[in-house]
């Protein structure tokens, strides 16, 4: 069985602080996990994937997470949020299929 | 590559009418499958397949029936359309088999049940 589940629906903070985005997973099998992102009436942008090889992955503009295999987390972070931040997160877990957590959006205050 | 393509983009149904939501790959990608989004909710996994003939439900499949018979295509159906199917439909696409891939996304369509 695979379940994704963000801990947080909303985060709030200020332009230039560290933003933390929580998410833990299950999954019966390795699983790969993502980040994507969704601004307002847009589509899906994948934002970082791991899929096994470093559990520390880089992706789009200054995010990264890191796979904490014991703690079944893949937590999002950037050191300094920027107002074009602003948008919906959504953790991902793949395996047999692809599931989405339930989103966090994040809200950047000036 | 054109990647995943939904039509219509917008729809708006009277309740009890039927319709099809198109989603066509052109990447050669087994795995395909169909999401609703809805405010709060994230995008929820309505039907999937693994490979042409192959489908199976997801999270939500009632009211919604899926067919799998070329690699390229995964038509989504709402066989009698009620209000709760109001919502914005995703289209997937991934490889399938180990070291998984990203998946792909359509732009969406937008479904309106009056």
């Known amino acids: 069985a695979q379940s994704v589940t963000q801990l947080d629906s909303h985060v709030s903070v200020s332009e230039g602080t560290p933003v933390l985005l929580r998410c833990n997973y299950s999954?019966?099998?390795?699983?790969?996990l993502f980040w994507y992102v969704q601004h307002p009436n847009k589509g899906l942008q994948l934002l970082l994937k791991?899929?096994?090889?470093?559990?520390l992955v880089k992706g789009i503009n200054g995010f990264e997470a890191e796979f904490k295999k014991s703690e079944t987390s893949f937590h999002l972070t950037k050191p300094s949020a920027h107002m074009s931040d602003a948008a919906e997160y959504f953790c991902?877990?793949?395996?047999?299929?692809?599931?989405f957590g339930s989103g966090t959006r994040l809200s950047i205050r000036p | 590559n054109a990647g995943v393509t939904q039509t219509p983009k917008f729809q708006v149904l009277k309740t009890g009418q039927s319709m099809t939501l198109q989603c066509a790959q052109d990447?050669?990608?087994?795995?395909m499958s169909w999401y609703r989004q809805d405010p709060g909710m994230g995008l929820r996994l309505i039907h999937y397949?693994?490979?042409?003939?192959?489908?199976d439900q997801g999270e939500v499949p009632n009211g919604y029936n899926v067919s799998r018979s070329t690699t390229e295509d995964f038509p989504l159906r709402l066989l009698s359309a009620a209000p709760s199917q109001t919502s914005v439909y995703f289209c997937?696409?991934?490889?399938?088999?180990?070291?998984?891939?990203?998946?792909?996304f359509g732009q969406g369509t937008r479904l309106t049940v009056v």
């Open positions: 397949s693994v490979g042409a003939g192959i489908t």
């Open positions: 997937a696409s991934r490889l399938k088999g180990q070291g998984y891939t990203e998946a792909f």
């Open positions: 991902v877990v793949s395996a047999s299929k692809i599931i």
């Open positions: 791991y899929t096994s090889a470093a559990t």
């Open positions: 999954s019966s099998y390795s699983p790969s």
């Open positions: 990447m050669n990608h087994e795995y």
